[in-house]
């Protein structure tokens, strides 16, 4: 831990970014580095230098230490055995992280990103949180961003089949956002992890969210992008992810559908099409457990018919239940080829 505190001494230097500390850590060890900080005034700042040989950077340090232990947050350094082994390899990999929840957890087993629209359609987000169940059922790790639509969706279904799941956020982890996800963030941290590379204090600011969106994009085997529209933020981890060696992936629409103009065009462009949880794994060759049908699923089956199309209205009459169940039922259904969605949103089955 004083190694990590020590990196963080250097992380938190004014005019001292991660790519800096990466190569000041390459240079000498962090002992020495901090005896003799000057002797490597090509790569700290004038300014940063005052701060360590006044002692104002050990103190600020130690304060940031006090609030970590008081708000029971753990540190993960570069070198540490938790640190994501992926995410270590990418050009500039943060050099410490804050961690509510355990990175144990995950070990080595494979991690994917789901990520897409904060303005999710009810089929997209529907997609993204049968795709992280089944995806979990294969040991995979679900990543995401915690963010309103597909981020929701996909940490919400790893905890649907027990799996783990990581938050990355764009804020310190004492600010949450958004804040309507304090229950999910709490029961992420119980099956996995939330984490940010931002000090604590630090507020959810447009410009820290591309910096959340390369450890997304850093930290797996993959990227898959359910929604998105033309210029949405999960473009950009998509980018990150090309940029890092990664699988991208990505969930076609209908061209009519705005929110589906980014997924289309990163289809074009060369990612993978995908269309639920046995793609991806085919992809990154991993081996998908069997879809599991719930009860409730059979019952649904019943009401439908193989030659009559009937609209959701028309389900939801005929069953009695509240439509967000009814179209997470009908969209886990479709996944598992069981129900087949026509145009005019009618739902024949399969």
């Not at 509510?100 to 529907?126: M, N």
């Not at 992890?193 to 410009?207: K, Q």
């Not at 997304?216 to 929604?227: D, P, Q, S, T, Y």
Request: with cysteine.
């Amino acid at each position: 831990m004083n190694e990590t505190f020590d990196l963080l001494t250097l992380a938190l230097l004014p005019g001292v970014g991660s790519r800096c500390v990466r190569a000041l850590v390459a240079r000498a060890p962090m002992r020495d580095l901090l005896a003799d900080p000057a002797g490597h005034a090509d790569l700290i700042p004038p300014r940063a230098l005052r701060r360590l040989a006044s002692g104002e950077a050990r103190k600020e340090v130690a304060a940031e230490a006090r609030r970590v232990t008081e708000l029971g947050v753990s540190l993960v350094g570069l070198d540490d055995e938790a640190y994501p082994p992926l995410l270590r390899q990418t050009y500039d990999p943060p050099p410490v992280l804050y961690v509510r929840g355990s990175l144990e957890t995950g070990g080595e087993a494979p991690c994917v990103a789901i990520v897409g629209s904060r303005a999710a359609s009810p089929q997209g987000a529907t997609l993204a949180r049968a795709m992280a169940r089944d995806l979990v059922s294969a040991g995979v790790v679900i990543v995401s961003g915690l963010a309103r639509g597909i981020d929701t969706a996909a940490h919400r279904g790893a905890l649907d089949g027990a799996g783990q799941t990581i938050a990355v956020l764009g804020s310190g982890l004492d600010r949450l956002y958004p804040r309507e996800n304090a229950g999910l963030a709490a029961a992420i941290e119980r099956q996995g992890a939330v984490v940010s590379e931002f000090r604590l204090g630090t507020p959810p600011s447009p410009g820290h969210f591309p910096r959340r969106n390369r450890v997304i994009a850093g930290w797996g085997r993959g990227v898959v992008v359910a929604e998105a529209a033309r210029r949405s933020g999960a473009l950009g981890t998509a980018r990150e992810a090309l940029d890092a060696g990664r699988e991208v992936m990505a969930v076609p629409g209908h061209p009519a559908h705005l929110g589906a103009a980014g997924v289309n065009q990163l289809i074009r462009d060369g990612a993978a099409l995908v269309r639920g949880a046995a793609d991806v794994a085919a992809e990154l060759k991993l081996e998908l457990a069997e879809p599991r049908l719930e009860p409730v699923g059979d019952k649904l089956l019943e009401l439908l018919r193989r030659d009559a199309p009937q609209s959701l209205e028309e389900i939801q009459q005929r069953s009695g239940w509240p439509v967000p169940k009814l179209l997470t039922r009908l969209g886990e259904l479709e996944v598992g080829a069981r129900v087949r969605r026509l145009p005019g949103s009618l739902y024949v089955r399969a």
